[in-house]
């Protein structure tokens, strides 16, 4: 449903979600074919606490020893136990029919992130606080690749490019001030949790279009 990415560098790796369901599986085996041990992956870095996002996390935790970094507020989304208020109930709804259908377990954030942050992983990544998809939402920054990793901010399918579907934000009037924030930042690519080909370079025009930044989407 949704990607994970593991970010490898030097003899320490960090991985930026953990998925749903199947993902124990590609994980296990992405690492075996990087011969790497799983006590290599140091931290889980989550972009926001919705299920798809989490579903692993505990598990991955377990697995690795690795301490999971998140903004506060997503504590609640991984405990099951956020507020949802007016048609944001039904993200929740269906996140408990999932938590019973998948067992998914809850697990503690480690550390804390916030706006500016520098993280000292993949090179250095910045953390970028996008409330809007949820209050705690966050995206990861590399200046050394130009590469912006954005969370749930759209999905970018070749059939559907969107924004995140109403029922699923907390705080919807938050998205534009989030997208401007990406935009005065310019990554040159952008690489959404939700997509079909990994092509940061369309994922960035597409961004440009849904949130109507037309002076940037085509350079
Ligand atoms: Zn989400
Ligand atoms: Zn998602």
Known sequence: ??????????????????GLVGEPFFIRRLFRRLNLAPQSLKAILLTHGHLDHAG?????????????????????????????QGINRWCGRLEAAGRKVFGTRSAKIDEFISDGQQLPFWGGLQVLHLPGHTLGHCGFYSAKHNLLFSGDMMASYFFNAHRPWPI??????????????????KPRWIVPCH?????????????????????????
């Open 56 to 84: 692993n996390l505990a598990w991955l935790k377990d697995w690795t020893g690795a301490k999971i970094y998140a903004h506060p507020i997503e504590q609640q989304h991984i405990n099951g136990t956020y507020p949802y």
């Open 195 to 219: 997509f079909d080909f990994l092509d940061g370079d369309l994922h960035r025009r597409r961004f440009a279009k849904l949130f109507g930044f037309a002076d940037w989407g085509n350079k």
């Open 168 to 185: 699923l934000n907390s705080a919807p009037e938050q998205l534009n001030v989030s997208a401007e924030k990406i935009h005065s930042l």
């Open 1 to 18: 449903m949704g990607c994970c990415f593991l970010l490898h560098d030097g003899d320490q790796s960090a991985m930026i979600d953990t």
